[in-house]
């Protein structure tokens, strides 16, 4: 303990001394008054006018001096000085001493009692003034100097020296006692204060600690209260259960669930497998595993009541209490509804599949009639610029109906594999130029769009390769066109068409009128847009660069 804290500590402790010897200073003090006064009332009726009854007359002096050490007691605002205040009056006591003696003749009768009052004195000095014991002993010793001094100069000594010294034996020796009176009684008392002040502290730690508990214990029950209360205002069907698989809660609306079905309401500690006889196992397995491993489930379950048959989702989820599972919650939640409107809603889709791919097959043979009646116009008409058009038509019409028989026979009716799609289409070029001798080479990745990117791309390919079968290799017997779809980035792609032939002519311009089909890619390509390059480099070649929106649009929708 360091020095500061041993100070403050016998601070507590004087306070503490002096203010629990105080009942005991009061009637000390008003039992020494009344002796005094039925002494000194005894001798004026019995023996009045002796003159040892003059002599003890001044020991009245000492009385207003312990009046008023009685009376301050009494004082709340005078109690925190009551310690300088008895130290003033043992001052003033010592004075009183040092008078009487001064005063007193050793040759006057009754002076031989002097001594014995000042022994009274020091003996209620030493039990009712409690005192720090520094002060105590320095207060002592001016009291006794008082004596020695008063003695010596009343002229007790040169009178009888063996009195003089036996009366002040008498008085040391009440001295001696005193001071190992006061010893002991500020030991004892210094062992019960540190006693009391521990279970005093035991005592405060002990309320503290009852408080705590009293609070936590009313939080808790707050706590119980508000999770209960939550529990039963969730529409959803919960239970909770223990390591045996007993009931522990059953939310408001599972009781009532249970009240229409007629299975018992008050389940709380009895088995699952009692109250549910026909539980599936699977069910109690995944309880026991949310049990071993404090991971949540997520799952569906159909339950089979009496009146009606519910799709439910169930989440198992485990209570902690010291990082241990303790408890698992059971959720469940009907999805009979959302189950009945999802199976709608892939009806509807399957429906409309249905129609869409039936829309898709009649535009491709509505387009195949259209082709079939330019046919027949051909076969009445012999005029060779009327057949060429009429090809020409035909063969865009094939572009569009190959479209919409990918639609139809995709599994996914708003994307067309544009690799297959233009494979298709070079196939039905092919075969519309099956006299010519040119090698067909084609370089095609595979990526998916949709209509509004298949259709012109189809379009702008037809034109550009059969311009190539028709004006790129005049008289030529061999030649070669290539076909290329290639990925620049995530969603930029190029179309490249390129021949080896003659090339074109120095006058050549994509703005202008002349060409019906260069004039369509061009109007294809701003559709698109996107934007178109032409190489005339040992040959001709067409570079379509374009932006595939399905990609963008499916990150976004992903996002």
């Known amino acids: 303990m360091s020095n500061q804290s041993r100070k403050n500590l016998n601070k507590e402790f004087q306070a503490h001394y002096l203010s629990s010897s105080l009942p005991g200073v009061r009637l000390g003090f008003t039992l020494m008054i009344l002796t005094f006064s039925v002494f000194a009332l005894f001798n004026n009726f019995v023996f009045p006018g002796s003159p040892e009854q003059l002599f003890y007359n001044r020991y009245w002096i000492i009385s207003p001096f312990l009046v008023i050490a009685v009376v301050v007691t009494y004082i709340p605002l005078l109690q925190k000085w009551l310690q300088p205040i008895y130290i003033v009056l043992n001052i003033c006591i010592a004075l009183v001493i040092f008078y009487i003696g001064i005063t007193a003749s050793p040759l006057l009768n009754g002076f031989e009692s002097y001594y014995a009052w000042v022994m009274l004195v020091i003996i209620g000095f030493f039990t009712f003034f409690r005192m720090p014991l520094n002060i105590t002993i320095i207060i002592a010793g001016i009291q006794f100097l008082a004596f020695v001094l008063a003695t010596l100069l009343n002229g007790s000594y040169l009178h009888n020296p063996f009195t003089f010294f036996n009366n002040i034996f008498y008085v040391v020796t009440v001295y001696l006692f005193g001071f190992i009176m006061v010893f002991m009684f500020r030991k004892l008392n210094w062992k019960n204060f540190l006693h009391a002040k521990a279970h005093s502290e035991n005592y405060k730690k002990m309320s503290l600690e009852v408080k705590e508990r009293k609070q936590a214990e009313q939080l808790l029950k707050q706590s119980q209260f508000m999770y209960i209360n939550t529990i039963n205002s969730i529409p959803d069907w919960i239970y909770v259960v223990d390591k045996d698989l007993r009931f522990v809660i059953l939310n408001t609306s599972l009781q009532e669930e249970h009240l229409r079905q007629g299975f018992p309401v008050n389940c709380i500690g009895k088995k699952i497998t009692r109250v549910y006889p026909y539980i599936p196992a699977s069910t109690l397995d995944e309880i026991n595993q949310v049990f071993k491993t404090g991971q949540i489930l997520i799952g569906e379950q159909q339950f089979f009541l009496r009146d009606k048959t519910i799709f439910g989702e169930t989440r198992k989820v485990p209570i902690f209490k010291e990082n241990e599972v303790h408890q698992v919650m059971t959720i469940m939640r009907n999805r009979s509804k959302e189950k009945e409107i999802e199976e709608l809603k892939q009806k509807n889709i399957e429906q409309k ?113 059969t311009n190539a079968f028709k004006y790129a290799f005049p008289g030529i017997i061999n030649g070669e066109i290539q076909v290329q779809l290639i990925k620049e980035s995530d969603d930029q792609y190029m179309l490249i068409i390129k021949d080896n032939g003659v090339g074109l002519p120095a006058t050549f311009s994509m703005d202008s009128d002349k060409s019906l089909g260069l004039f369509i890619v061009r109007l294809l390509v701003e559709q698109l847009g996107g934007s178109i390059e032409i190489d005339r480099h040992n040959g001709t070649a067409f570079t379509i660069r374009f932006v595939n929106s399905t990609v963008k649009k499916n990150e976004i929708l992903m996002n």
């Open 353 to 465: 599949e249905i129609m869409l791919r039936e829309i898709h097959h009649r535009v491709k043979n509505n387009l195949a009639i259209v082709i079939s009646l330019l046919n027949l116009q051909l076969r009445n008409n012999k005029d060779p610029e009327l057949h060429r058009i009429i090809c020409d038509i035909e063969m865009r019409i094939r572009s569009m109906a190959l479209i919409h028989e990918h639609l139809y026979r995709s599994d996914n009716l708003d994307r067309i594999p544009l690799a297959s799609y233009l494979r298709s289409l070079l196939g039905i070029i092919m075969g519309a130029f099956s006299d010519h001798k040119i090698n067909m080479v084609h370089q095609l990745e595979p990526v998916d769009v949709n209509i509004e990117i298949a259709l012109p791309l189809g379009l702008i390919a037809n034109e550009l390769i």
